[in-house]
């Protein structure tokens, strides 16, 4: 009984050593906004703003889509689907990223059950890269195009779950990119950052 519990004990502190070593050399904790094409980005990942069934369609998804190759497709043909505030992940291929994260976000409609979807994206994109290791991520302005999500409200919920989980994970050392697209939407999110400094 005295051996079982000393290995724990031994693994529980060679966990914390370990921890702590490694936080003296990771990166911060860090969020920050770009405007352009989230397919050339060099990071470790970017996230696709997908539809329920994974196998491409218009806007960023199409052109992460087209960006990764047919292997893309092959791929997503075999994670049978996603629900909306889930998130799945496969290989980035012909991508500089290393992984794509596929995540749902919602149709917008008014209620308070977008935000929580919304805020769900990220939060579980951002929890599947740290099961994955990954310590930088891009993310578009999930369902602001098609799905009629507007732009202020989209990224008050984008910025309340990144730094929510951040809060959450202070020592992970990951670097986050909010990616967008246009002027417009980068003016905002770029607005909404800055006053929360």
């Not at 369609?57 to 791929?75: F, K, N, S, T, W």
């Not at 596929?102 to 740290?130: F, M, Q, W």
Request: aromatic residues 8%; proline residues 3%.
């Amino acid at each position: 009984m005295a051996e079982n519990n000393f290995a724990v004990n031994s693994i529980r502190g060679n966990s914390v050593r370990e921890n702590s070593i490694r936080e003296n050399y990771i990166r911060e904790n860090n969020v920050r906004i770009s405007k352009g094409d989230i397919t050339r980005l060099n990071c470790e990942c970017i996230v696709n703003a997908a539809n329920r069934s994974l196998l491409g369609g218009g806007g960023v998804d199409g052109a992460i889509h087209r960006a990764a190759g047919p292997e893309l497709l092959e791929a997503c043909k075999k994670l049978g689907g996603c629900q909306v505030g889930e998130a799945k992940i496969t290989k980035g291929y012909r991508l500089n990223a290393r992984y794509i994260i596929h995540t749902v976000g919602p149709v917008y409609s008014g209620r308070e059950s977008d935000r929580i979807l919304l805020g769900d994206c990220y939060r579980n994109s951002l929890n599947l890269a740290k099961l994955y290791d990954i310590h930088s991520i891009a993310f578009p302005a999930i369902s602001t195009g098609a799905y009629g999500y507007p732009a202020g409200k989209a990224a008050a919920a984008a910025l309340d779950a990144v730094y929510d989980w951040l809060a959450r994970n202070p020592y992970y050392g990951m670097e986050i990119i909010m990616c967008c697209y246009d002027r417009q939407t980068y003016d905002i999110f770029e607005r909404m950052q800055r006053e929360r400094r």
